[in-house]
């Protein structure tokens, strides 16, 4: 498995989002160039993580990772922040490449305004075949996914009143959310080829369900997730994709047939994640009706429980869930910090100290 994590590039005192991607990746060197991405924005960041097997190896090359973007970003001025949406006012400024300025030309308003920081797991699969299974059977547990990671609650200067405001700024673009069951990877080619044939999207990287079949690496890519505060919750968080990974394919090698919700229902479960995060009910996976976050948690703990004992990583999965629901989610992190305060600037100040602790 591996992990890329979008950041906010911001200025030191502030907190103003500072458009320096390119200073930051020149700062960087050839060295850490595989590491270190720019993103539609200038006023962001990506790493990617190297492949991992074990959770504890993931942790330690999220740590690499996020060392590695603070060091350049304090090299061009600015600090590195782990927030799905900056708390304070911003105009983006797009990075200037050929495929982002027909984006804005071709999107208008929704490239325009569209800075925002997510967390994409990818997980290895040995065919598209199975990837494509395991697409079709998943769908009703990633609501669960983005009500965990949710860290997105300030837009433009004004708590948005939900927890992950980035997903429904993501969900402007044409081709995001969830979708109906492919049945067969043949299936899911021709969807997506039928997609960019429409004209509406520029290419097969705007094909951006919330979770795809990867066209760069063996993976399934789920995209769901805003980018996590602490290095644990997104080692957490790909360790529970992993897992219903494993327990979907493993469903699928038992001929198992797909029963899931229809697609507006997990829009549905989608929306409520995005809007209350772990604060309020869920919409439960198995039954479609409300129940309480925690319980709905524990459910999707519960469904991949005997792939997670197979890898070894139960307790330590279960460790770091507890931890995240007493805590609380990055998107309780920005508003216990604002209440503290009443300044957003504060807010991205410990976030940034969140960040770069690892």
């Known amino acids: 498995m591996g ?13 103003r989002p500072k458009a320096v991607a390119g200073t930051v990746l020149q700062a960087a060197g050839r060295a850490a160039g595989s590491d270190l991405e720019a993103e539609l924005q200038q006023q962001q960041l990506e790493t990617n993580s190297r ?16 060392a590695g973007a603070a060091t350049a970003a304090g090299r061009a001025g600015a600090r590195v922040a782990a927030l799905g949406t900056s708390p304070v006012s911003v105009e983006p400024r797009p990075v200037r490449t050929s495929r982002y300025e027909r984006m804005a030309e071709a999107f208008g308003l929704t490239a325009h305004e ?36 949710a860290n997105s609650p300030f837009w433009q200067g004004l708590d948005s009143s939900y927890a992950s405001f980035r997903y429904q700024v993501w969900g402007r673009w044409p081709g995001s959310g969830p979708t109906e069951p492919f049945g067969t990877a043949q299936a899911h080619r021709e969807t997506v080829q039928q997609m960019v044939g429409t004209g ?58 797909v029963e899931r919700p229809r697609t507006e229902l997990l829009r549905l479960a989608a929306w409520r994640a995005s809007r209350s995060g772990l604060d309020a009910a869920l919409l439960s996976p198995v039954t479609g009706l ?16 005997d792939a997670l004992a197979e890898a070894g990583e139960a307790d330590t999965v279960t460790e770091l869930l507890t931890a995240l629901l007493a805590r609380g989610n990055g998107a309780s992190f920005q508003r216990a910090a604002y209440r503290r305060s009443g300044r957003l600037s504060d807010v991205i100040s410990a976030a940034v100290l969140v960040t770069e602790s690892g």
């Open 114 to 149: 569209q800075l925002t920081c997510g967390c994409h797991v990818h997980v290895e699969v040995s065919s598209a075949d199975e990837g494509v299974a395991v697409l079709d059977r998943a769908g009703p547990w990633l609501a669960v996914l983005l009500a965990l990671s």
């Open 290 to 305: 409300p129940e309480q976050a925690r319980i709905v948690v524990h459910m999707l703990l519960d469904h991949c429980r």
């Open 51 to 66: 492949p991992c097997q074990s959770l504890d190896d993931l942790h330690r090359e999220l740590r690499r990772c996020r």
């Open 200 to 257: 509406t999207l520029l290419d097969t990287g705007m094909v951006s369900f919330n979770a795809r079949l990867s066209e760069r690496y063996p993976t399934i890519e789920v995209r769901i997730s805003d980018v996590c505060l602490h290095a644990d919750d997104a080692v957490l968080i790909a360790a529970l994709v992993r897992a219903l990974v494993e327990t979907e394919a493993r469903s699928w090698r038992d001929g198992r047939p």
């Open 3 to 15: 992990v890329e994590e979008e950041f906010l590039l911001v200025e030191p005192g502030t907190g």
